[in-house]
């Protein structure tokens, strides 16, 4: 009976290590965004000692390097819908005349910034934990606090305010290439008129607004996430991976999160405006 209870007893003890463990991680996001966008503010206030090329360097290699994985990805996928989407309205009605509005609607809301966000999740998480958790693993992070230097100043909010900007515009011009290729496959594919296909006028302002938040809250939690596992990488290279998977997912989950969120709270303000 005592050879039971202790079984059991070390069973709960080893599940409930495990769920802390889990916790950890997320708690530490939660700190580390808290931090990062109280120091971002400070920067934006001009009330920082860092330079500003840093950020347009992150820029650089989160917005000018992704732009082609964005828009292959993104025309890819607008392709692939299109072409389903009219093979069964022709199947069902035969009328594919609002396959271009209501498709725009819905690239301008919902997948234009989705689908980038769900792209840089991959790109810029991964490449951010790698870097940070590389960092971290050779103390280099020791060595900039030893030096009287935040890293969270000097490594996140950089990294945060590029990402921010990347994701916007990225996911316009995702959007667009993801419309126009939808376009063309609808043409070539279907016989459908561009002129009835390329007709933006379901779109209203709302749509645009919906967008621009869900690309931008986007933009604020991949880096943060990514930030928070690679600066909780332990050991060697083998914990470097481990903080480049878990941004990966982490990131993707948070995007899958916030559109769901931001989604429903549209709905619940606009209705059938949306």
């Given amino acids: 009976m005592n050879a039971l209870l202790d079984a059991l007893l070390n069973a709960l003890a080893r599940l409930g290590a495990r769920a802390l463990a889990a916790l950890a991680l997320p708690v530490a996001a939660w700190r580390l965004g808290g931090e990062t966008i109280a120091a971002a503010l400070r920067r934006l206030r001009g009330r920082s000692r860092h330079r500003r090329g840093d950020v347009v360097r992150e820029l650089y290699a989160q917005g000018n390097r992704s732009v082609g994985f964005v828009a292959l990805t993104l025309g890819f996928l607008g392709m692939v819908m299109t072409y389903q989407a009219c093979l069964q309205l022709l199947r069902i009605t035969g009328d594919t005349s609002q396959v271009g509005p209501q498709f725009l609607r819905l690239v301008v809301s919902d997948l234009g910034a989705t689908l980038t966000g769900m792209m840089l999740a991959t790109r810029v998480g991964a490449g951010i934990a790698a870097e940070l958790g590389a960092m971290k693993v050779t103390d280099q992070l020791d060595a900039l606090r030893m030096s009287g230097v ?32 939808a376009g063309l496959t609808a043409k070539f594919s279907f016989g459908v008129n561009p ?10 302002g709302a749509h645009l607004v919906v ?25 060697s290279s083998e914990g470097v991976g481990w903080a480049t998977t878990a941004a990966v997912i982490g990131g993707s989950f948070a995007v899958l999160a916030l559109d769901f969120a931001w989604s429903a709270l549209a709905y619940l303000v606009l209705g059938g405006r949306l």
């Fill in 150 to 181: 935040s890293p969270v100043e000097y490594l996140v909010v950089p990294r945060l305010l590029a990402s921010v900007l990347a994701t916007l515009a990225l996911s316009v011009f995702g959007a667009a290439a993801m419309f126009a290729a």
């Fill in 211 to 235: 967008g621009a938040l869900k690309a931008a809250s986007y933009g604020v939690v991949i880096p943060i996430i990514a930030a928070a596992c690679g600066m909780s990488a332990r050991g």
């Fill in 195 to 204: 002129v009835v296909f390329f007709d933006p006028s379901q779109v209203t």
